[in-house]
Each structure stands twice: as structure tokens, then as C-alpha cells.
């Protein structure tokens, strides 16, 4: 190049610092392991794709942070949690690459690294607080570890980060004040009360009347029904949520619980969509980092058999624990309990109707309509 | 189980057929070619995903064939149009599988196959013509197979389809009918043109005034901005963009390319989000057509090197030739070229902005403004 | 085409049966859920690879049932079992595909199902059935199913199965027989074992002589290390492993057990690569059956909620269970609890090692010796 | 961490220098664009992964400069090319990543990176040199972009990076000094060509005396055979093969090709087994980065339109031809061509096939014999 104008590729990517940043432990301690490499630059990569989900998450939460949320900034935070998806993926994909360090060529350099654990990435705990997930919703040995294996600095930081709102929080906040469920002399949640009562009593009576079933299939069938009735008692009335809230089976607010149940029930109304978007999303990108976390146990059961992990910690069952447990989201795969079928829910006052879609439809005469 | 109620899982569905339709040509003939088993359960998982494919785009031709497109209906249209790039991602994968037959073994039966040929599926025809790949479009062998290859009754039926209105016709006819494009004095195109210009003549005077560039540089970029306007003028002019849509260059109508410009410039206003996420849709199915065609190009050149396919087709070169030429969407590919950064976009008048967005916000005192 | 000569795309793939076998029984119900269609297409694909994946198990089972297995075969044996690899990872990723049914579109369509069930699927039960999972191995709930949800031939098939052996019942068998392990004056578990506990008395040196460390810190370390030397006794003291088998910790027989843990220790030499990649690939079968699963599990959550499965089952309490227990190679992922790092392996004696390499090399002058 | 032990998470991996390289262009320049951090990580991420595959080409490449490539050694040389090929998979998964950059959002920052590119990667020239694709096989403008795009010192460092032997070199040494081929009276190359003769003859015959031909048909299908014919003459006539391989045809020696030939028709053969699996990951390699480069390619299109590349270059033009053209093993695509099939195999005498195998198969009477 005989002169340069403008950005060098390598001086833009500050490829100097990137690409010197691979010091072998076992280099240092004499005897390279060819596959620290792999392993040191693995890691590398994950942080950097959680720096960016980091960035994301801080772009989306900015938006719902504000009290009133612009529609026009809608489009743009599902772009973003879709772009969290897409890297999500890529996360689960990088185990593939992980896994070609065989466990005995991971014992050539394992104990090298001693006590430095996954655990200690600050990083994936942002993503985990930002989304939701604080002290009081883990495992005791989780919150252990925090003490245990966190720098001074790094733990202060995560604590403080714990005090802020989550995306969680904020989530909820936007759902509870959804309008118009109560409408004139429109009641939703009346309605809809009415109409999963009648359609338990349906299925009551054709439990009742269908003689083909022997009693012990009846007692059964009839057991599972009243089960069903007591879970929809347990969103309808407040008290009985709150009580459960308080033992952990819900994380929403009961406003905001029910507002994510309308949003599912209601997604085609134009104004909804974008909503049942974003829920949908989130319930993604919980549900790719509970699949990243199970791919990550099943690989260090693999990786290290019963061995302890090198942060000590016990490898698999801690991991399958954190996968079960750290769910930012878990109300969503929820939600699913208390739909009813469509034919089964009430319709909305035509006017609410009118008011959930777009104004402006492209005919050319609501134009003249909306000049008046 | 003691007595059966109801339905069952393999005759619900129906595998007796499935699984009783794996016959070995190489078997019939004495002498089992173990690897056919696969060539064969590859190719109906495809005819079946493909069967799945054109059942998606029925129902979205379906809401797109109306004169007027329900808001209401735009969620689910774009929900099938996700599952159609959900299930081309998995066609794509299936040809690793297709692949672990290596060419050795593929020639214990390949020979018995003969003139069989992929090209003879007629439902991944149909996935074309929907999508508005026509005769007209492809190139010539292409064309000569149609006849060639397929049963009367097949090429009856392909030619019937290619009489119907496709995806492409109806997507181009809805861009055209985009609305407040010309709004009382505000005429948008005239707007758009100005800013483009005034981008253009500002860039050539940078080119001019740069000391530090050689005459050979500044020859070079005044010849990129000389292209670059003769670009723009095949679109603002209406008789030079009709020249290059005869020729091939364009495939939407002059009023839908615009649309669709359009669309991608102002996507964040609410209600051409859903436009918008619309044309990326159809802009990554076709990309993804590509990328299988491209995949399966390859791997036609790894197991037949230069030799004939089944079908006695050319194999690498046709397949390579198709997936440059067999592009439903091209057209939005090309929208790239005429997108200018934000800070140079024309302002939309307030009145138009405030149609494009929701009128009801959730905001409590605009319901009682719809109530008045 | 004007006549035809040989054999038909569409005839050849059965399609008419294939394409055919799709009724909706929301249709028969007299109204069609839309997505219906691709539930039943996702089950069939999923049919169809099952069938594959039984038919190339089959193969290999062939292979292995032979007293001497020839190595000529094993290449080929590779090859099916990294083909079955390649089709587990498409299995799990159309995961994706029946995910885009929502949980309220499945509501449109799920009661008309009952009590058809997944669990129903005797191919998937043959491949667990022939990897190595017999009743003993089920959690209670999955025996209990057996009887409750299959079809009288089904079950009686799928017993007859379980009384053949199985890939796992052959693996242990031909670890077993690994010669030379003893080999003159060498015995090869002996210089193991002396090894591992001069590694383990090392490491508990460096405990004891560290000033640095707490008492705390330890007493840790040192419980650590008598868990591990209790580990490695274990698999030395064929009693005690005959104890822990009885208890279900391990499944390979002793001599099994520790045919693989030589295997893994000695995998480069050139004789035993073979058998390496072999036992890395049943491993990965292993993990990747275990991956589509919890990811089974998760979309289930997602679907149902708390809701029952559509044949009765507790949906995702009982996926998760299966998970973690229906592991047909788990042995295998305890092998790097044993493995010790390269610089403690002891050697092998040199008559031996060369006698696990090729006697032909490629060496002109080791053919002369050959034709001696 | 009450105190620190050993090694900390973020130290070991640097991510002081990692997770501080992105400093946003449009930021310096006063307006923040959003996307652009995501561009920078994305390319990071992929600098590291090119990093990792350089790494694990300079080990292989470092085995097979021996001349005597130990048996010993082939294990893991195929275990890093398969590793290759996992990292491979995720460069192409990431394009999926960047491609959440919407082409209205790059030009948020497009302009400002002019006139960097990504055709400055050193590494990524690296791969593609080391694999074997040196200046003389690119096409014109990849040479001139050498000179017109990069930095001196970067250009000189690939130079003489030309100099050195490449992956594609060594293996063709490798290939041509496979012994055996000629072996006593038995020359393995006059039985191939004789039993390709007889093949042809016989579908020459089986041509003319088919009634059922057109006259039309059997002139097609004789034709086709004549090219077959010559095909084969191509590689039987060392003249022949000398000039198809000056026009660039071929890129191996000819014995290296006849070599490859062999090792895919023979690679049942427990000592030719790892040697085909060899040039099977070689193929597989190229092949996934051949799928790089269209994707890439069709990202570009989707990207930039008909607009140039931030580096001038023609986009998507230039990366379509570069996708055709750089392929460093397109020999090994090409055997296809002359398999044939097994039955019409020559037979290897006993003797041959007896020291292909191993001479040690695990039975216990040949360890006596080795005794002896």
C-alpha cells in the first residue's frame, strides 16, 4: 500500500492486543500443552460475545427504563434481544469447539489453573443480574461462591449491580400497567373467570356422563381437574398469588402476570404483537441459556468425570443445579397453564378492538378521516 | 394397555406408510447397497419439509391475495414466514447427513437410480414458482428440463401454478399501494431526491478539495460517484427504470421497488415495522435457498466430480448456475444500494408520523381521546 | 418427457404414501388448526431418522456380534456411528422447527391427541433398547408407561428386545478381551496402580509442606485427596467395584471398565486409535441423545406449562428425569475421573508397543523384512 | 476472595487487553453508532478463531514435514483437523451474528472505516497460504489487493510465508511416496486401467445393443462414454495429466494424485483407513470454507447492494469468484471422477492385504507368534 489513507484493518480491530493476549501456563511452567491454546482462546470469545450481550442488554433496559416507552423504540428492542438470540446460539455452538480438548489432554494443563473457575467471569454474572437472576434466587452454593471466588472489586461491583433495576423488573412494571382490561363497563379478567369456569364445567360434565370410563379413570381424570381449578384460583385471586409469589412459584407481580397472560391470549391484535414479541423473546433467550448451561454440565461431567472442577467447585451437579434454578423468565414457560383456547375467550368491546389496531391502515380514505 | 381410548401415536400418524416406503432399488437388483437406505430417508424428510414449506406459503399467499391485507392477519404471516426460514435452516443441516455417503459408496447404486433426479421434485418446483421464480426467469437447461425431465402430468400441473399470482406479484402489489407517499404538499420521492443529491454533491466536493489524494485516486472516486448517480437515476426515472426491468435488472414494478425502499428507510415508525420485518423475511428465505443450493452444488461436485448426475444433468455447473439465477427476491438485495444514512433522510411531516404510529399509546388520557 | 426409460423421482421415494399420510384430525373435527400439519410432518421426519438411526445400530451390532471383530470393518463401523452423530444433531435442531408452534396454537389442536403420546414411539424405544437401556435401568414412572401407554405388540416386540444384546452388552465384551495387558513380566494395571499412588502421595506432599495454606484450606485438600485415592481403589479392588455395580454406579463389566480406561490412556497408539475414536463416538451418541432431551424438556415446559402431556405423562418433571437417568454410556464419562497425566503413564514395554503400531510402515526396507 | 491463590479468571485470559480493544470510530467522531460495536467484536471473535486455526495448521504441517510421518502421530493430526473443522462451522454460524446488522444500520458507520477491509486479514491469508493457495492460483485482482491493500511489513511477512511448503504440498509428497503400488509382479495401475477398460466395454456394449435407445440417445450416452474415456486418459498417460495440470486442471504431482485415488478405493484397509480419513478432512475443510466464502458473499450482497466494499473492492463480485477459485483441495473433489465400483475393484494379492492390516488383531495365538 503505498501510502494510508484512513483505518488500517489490524489498528482498527487493535488486533495487537487481541492476538497477544495467549500466555500458556504451561509454557511458563515449561512443558506447552498445545491445547491451552484452544482452550485460552475459547474463553476469549465467549467474553467478548458477553461484553456485547452486555451491550445489548443496557441498550434494551435503557429503553424500558423510561416511563412511558415510545412504540417507535419498539422495533428496535426486539431487534436487539433477536441479536442476543442469534449470539446465544453461537455460545451453544462454541461447546462443539471446546469439547475437542480430550479430558486427558485437559489434565496436561488442568491443575495449572488452579483455583480459576468459569465462575469467576463477571461478565456472565452481568448478563445473569441484568436479566434478573439476583442473590436471593440462587442455590446457596452459587451465593457461596460469590464470596469464595470473587475478587474484592469484582464482588463489589455485582452487588451493586444487584441494586439496579432488571430487565425482569422492568418487564413487569411494563406489563402491570397494560390499559384498558377494564374498560367502561368491560371487566377482562371477570370474563375471562367466567369463561375457564364454564369450560371446567364442560369438562366436568363429560367426565360424568362418559361411561365408557372405568372409576378409577374418572377418579383420575376428576383429580387432574381439580388441580387445574386450583392453579387458575391461584392467579385470580391476589391473596393466593401473593402467598405463592412469597414462596417462589412466581416472580411477576400479579398485575404483571396477568398482563403477560393478555398479551399471549391477545397477540394478533396489531397493537399487541410487538408485545408478544418481545415476551416471546425473552422466553428465548432464557431458554438458550438454560440449553447453554445443560451443553456446559454435560461437558464437564465429560471433561472431568466425578473430578472437582478447578475453581473446586463440583462440576456437574453444581451445574445441572444453576440450570434448573437460574431461570430470569420461568413465569413465561408458565404462562402456557392458563391459556384457554380461543373459541373459549371472550371477545373484546369492538371499540377496545378498534383502539388495539393501527389507526392508519393504508386505505386511502381513513386518511382523509384522520385529517379531519 | 388395557383398552385403547382414543387415538394412537402410530396411527395417528400413519406410520405404517412412513416407514413401509423405504424400498432398495439395489436390493430388487440381489445385492444390498447398505448407504441407499439413507439416500432415500434423506430425500422424503425433504419432500416432507418442502410439503410443509408449500403449506406455509399457501397461507400467506392466502392473506396476501386479499385486496385489502388485515393488520390483524400481518403477525401470523409473519410468524409462518419465520417457520419457513426455521425449516430451510434444518434443509440446509440435513445435507451433512446426505454427505456422510461417500462418492465409493454411492456408486454401488447411483447407476440404479438412473434417470431419476432431484430435479424431478415437484413440490421443490412449486416452493419456487410460489416464491415467483418463473419459467421466464431461469436459464436455459433449466427451462429444457421441465420437458425433458418430468412426467406429463407433472409439467401440466408446474405450468398451471406459474398461471397463478405468486408471492413476488402480491408482495410487489402491496408495496405499490404504500399510501401518504405523496401527502398534501410533502411529495416524499421529490424529497428523497433532493437529499440524495445534495449527499452526492457533497462528497464530490470533498473528492475535489482533498489535496492529499493523487490525480489516479481522485479519477477513481469521481468515477465511483458518476456511478453511483447514474444508480439513483434508474430509480427516480420512471422510463429508465421500465428499460433495466425489460432487462432483467429489476423485478418489481417502479412502485414497488419504491415501496420497499421506503419500507426499510422509515422502519421504525410503527405501523411499517411490521412492513418491514415482512421484506427481511422474504429477503432471508431467498437467502437461504441460496445457501442450500450452494451447499448442495458443493457436495454434487464432491460425490460426482465431474461426472453426470442421476438425471443425467451436469451435476456442479447447473447447480451453480441456479443458485446465482433462481433468486425470487433479488430485488430487495439490491435496496442496499440506494439507502442513505438517516441524518440525510427527508423529515416525514409530524401529521404523517403521528398516522404512522399507534393512535392509542397506552397512555390513559388517549383512550378518552378515542372515546370522544 | 416423451417416454420413460427407468425409474421416477417420486416413484422411487414412495411419495404418494409418504405425501399422503398427513390427515389432521382437527379437520376430521371439523376445524382445522392450521398448525396441525406441521406437528404431524416434525413427528414423521422424526420417524424417519429414527428408523435410520435403528437400521445403522443394526449394522454395528452386526459387526460386534462376530466373536473376532475384523478390523477391516471398524472404519466402517466409525462411519455409521459418526452418520448417526450427524443425525442427532439434526434431530435437535428441529426441535426448533416444532417450537414455532405457540403454546396457544397448540391449544387449538392438543385435546383432540389424547392420549397419543411421544413415549408411544417404539422406534425411539428400540434405540435406547439396543444403545443399552433396558427396563432395570428406567425410572419407575418409565416402566409403569411401558405397560400403560403401549399397544399389547408393542410391548411384546420391544420386551423381546431387551433379551438380545445390546451395543452397550458388546462394547463391555470386547473390552474385555483386550489382550497383552498382561504380557510377559509386565502387568500392565499393577504399574498403573503404582502410579497413581505415587502421583497421589506427591500431591499429598506438596499439602502437607505448603506453609500458604489455612488449616481450613488444608483439611479441604486433604479430604479431596482421600476421595480421590477411595475412588481409584474403586476400580484396583474388583470387590469393591463389583459392590458399586451391584448399586448401579458403574455398568461395564470390570475388565470392560478398565479396557476403556487403557484405551483412553493409550489412544495414539496406531492399534488403538481405532478403538479410541470408536468409544469417543459412543460417548458422543451418549451426550447428544442426552441434549435432545433436555432440550425436549424445556419445549415442553414452554408448550404445556404445569399442564399434563398429552398422554397423561408430568411432561417436564418426567423429560428432566429421563434426562439425567436413560444414559447408555455413562461409564464413559466416568473414565476421566481415572485417567492420570501422560508424564505418570508408565511405559510400555517396547515388544509391545510395537506390536500395537503398523508392522508396515511405508518403509521400503520393512516390506523386504515382510517378504522374509 | 479473602486472599489470592494461584491464577484469577481474568488474568489468565487477559481480559484487561481483550475486553478493552473496542473503541467505536463513529464515537470518536461524535456520534455513537450502535452497531458498530458489534461489528468490531464479531471480527475480533473471528481474528481469534483464525488465530487458533493458524495454530493448529502450523502442528499438522509440522508432522508432515518429516520424512517419515510416524503412525503415531496420525491420531492427533486427525484429531486437529477435525478441530479445524468445528471452529470452521462457527465462522460460518457467526455470519448469522453480523447479519443482525441491518444494511441502514451499517451505514450509520460504513463510510467512516473506509478504506479498511477484511480482505486485510493477515491470518485469514495465512490459512489460505498454509492450506495451499498461493499468489499464482488466485485470480487478478486477489494478486492486485496484495499489493494495493496491504501494509509493507504485513505483505512481505505473507511473501515469503509463499516461500514455505504449504498443508497442499506435503500432502502431495506424502501421497506420492505411498509404497506397495507396485509390489513383486503385481502393478496396481495397469489392473486399475484394465478394469476400468472392461467397464467401459461393457457400457459401450449394453449401449449399442439396447433396442429400446433412440437413436438420438444411444449417440448421447455414447458420447458421454467417450468422455469418460478420455477422462481416464488423463490420469493413466503421465504426459496427459503433465498438461491438463500446466493449464491448471490439476494441482497434485500425478503420483500424488494416483495416490489419493488409491486411498479412497482401498480405505477399508485397516493401515490406509487413517489415510483416507485424512484426505477426507482435508476435503471437508476446504469444503466448509468454501461455504465461508458464500456466505460471506451473499452477507455482502444482502449488505452493500451494488455499492463497493469499505476497501473499494467490488463486494460481492469479487467474493463470488474468489468462492469458485480458492479452493486448495479441489483435486480431492475430483476423484470422484475416477472411482469405480467395488465389484470391479482389482483384487490386492493376499500378501499386500495381510501387511495393511494390522499384524497384532487382538487374537491371542498371533501374540505367540509375535513372541517368536
Redesign the interface.
Given at each position: 500500500?503505498s501510502k494510508?489513507?484512513?483505518?488500517?484493518?489490524?489498528e482498527?480491530?487493535?488486533?495487537n492486543?487481541?492476538?497477544?493476549?495467549?500466555?500458556l501456563?504451561s509454557e511458563k511452567q515449561g512443558a506447552v500443552a498445545?491445547d491451552e491454546?484452544?482452550f485460552?482462546?475459547t474463553?476469549?470469545?465467549y467474553?467478548?460475545?458477553f461484553?456485547?450481550i452486555v451491550?445489548e442488554l443496557d441498550?434494551v433496559i435503557d429503553v424500558f427504563d423510561d416511563p412511558?416507552i415510545e412504540?417507535?423504540?419498539?422495533?428496535?428492542v426486539l431487534?436487539l434481544l433477536?441479536?442476543i438470540k442469534?449470539?446465544e446460539?453461537?455460545l451453544i455452538?462454541?461447546i462443539?469447539?471446546i469439547q475437542?480438548i480430550?479430558?486427558?489432554d485437559f489434565?496436561?494443563f488442568r491443575d495449572?489453573?488452579?483455583?480459576?473457575?468459569?465462575?469467576?467471569?463477571?461478565?456472565f454474572k452481568q448478563i445473569e443480574i441484568k436479566l434478573g437472576i439476583r442473590r436471593e434466587h440462587r442455590i446457596a452454593a452459587d451465593c457461596e461462591f460469590f464470596?469464595?471466588?470473587?475478587?474484592?472489586d469484582?464482588l463489589k461491583s455485582l452487588d451493586h449491580l444487584e441494586t439496579k433495576e432488571t430487565l425482569h423488573d422492568l418487564t413487569d412494571r411494563w406489563l402491570s400497567?397494560?390499559?384498558?382490561l377494564k374498560?367502561k363497563d368491560f371487566d377482562f379478567w371477570k370474563s375471562y373467570q367466567n369463561s375457564v369456569e364454564q369450560m371446567l364445567d364442560k369438562e366436568h360434565a363429560i367426565i360424568e356422563t362418559n361411561v365408557?370410563l372405568t372409576e378409577r379413570e374418572k377418579q383420575?381424570q376428576t383429580n387432574?381437574l381439580i388441580m387445574?381449578r386450583t392453579?387458575f384460583e391461584s392467579i385470580f385471586d391476589e391473596k393466593k398469588y401473593a402467598k405463592l409469589r412469597a414462596e417462589g412459584n412466581f416472580r411477576f407481580s400479579h398485575q404483571g402476570f396477568l398482563g403477560a397472560l393478555f398479551v399471549?391470549?391477545y397477540?394478533?391484535?396489531?397493537?399487541i404483537?410487538?408485545g408478544?414479541r418481545f415476551l416471546?423473546l425473552l422466553?428465548e433467550i432464557d431458554?438458550l441459556l438454560?440449553?447453554w448451561r445443560?451443553?456446559h454440565a454435560?461437558m464437564v461431567?465429560?471433561?472431568?468425570?466425578?473430578?472437582?472442577g478447578t475453581g473446586?467447585s463440583s462440576g456437574h451437579d453444581y451445574l445441572?443445579a444453576t440450570t434448573?434454578n437460574n431461570r430470569a423468565f420461568l413465569d413465561l414457560?408458565?404462562?402456557?397453564?392458563?391459556?384457554?383456547?380461543?373459541k373459549d375467550l371472550p371477545d373484546l368491546p369492538d371499540?377496545l378492538v378498534r383502539?388495539?389496531?393501527?389507526?392508519?391502515?393504508?386505505?386511502?380514505d381513513r386518511?382523509e378521516e384522520?385529517?379531519m
Open positions: 500500500m494510508q489513507l484512513g483505518i488500517y484493518y489490524s482498527y480491530l487493535q488486533l492486543k487481541i492476538l497477544d493476549a495467549q500466555e501456563e498445545h491454546m484452544l485460552i482462546v474463553h476469549q470469545t467474553e467478548l460475545w461484553k456485547q451491550f441498550a412511558i412504540d417507535k423504540k419498539m422495533g428496535r431487534h433477536a441479536r442469534t449470539i446460539r453461537v455452538h462454541q462443539d469447539i475437542t480430550t479430558p486427558h489434565l496436561e495449572l489453573l488452579i483455583p480459576a473457575s468459569g465462575f469467576q467471569s463477571t461478565l464470596k469464595s471466588r470473587l475478587k474484592k469484582d400497567r397494560i390499559p384498558f374498560y365408557t383420575f387432574d387445574t392453579k399471549n391470549l397477540r394478533d391484535e396489531p397493537m404483537y410487538t408478544f416471546t422466553t431458554e438454560t440449553n445443560q451443553r454435560v461431567q465429560r471433561m472431568l468425570g466425578t473430578k472437582l473446586g445441572t434448573q414457560f408458565n404462562i402456557a397453564t392458563f391459556l384457554i383456547p380461543r371499540e383502539a388495539l389496531g393501527y389507526f392508519f391502515r393504508g386505505e386511502k386518511l384522520l385529517e
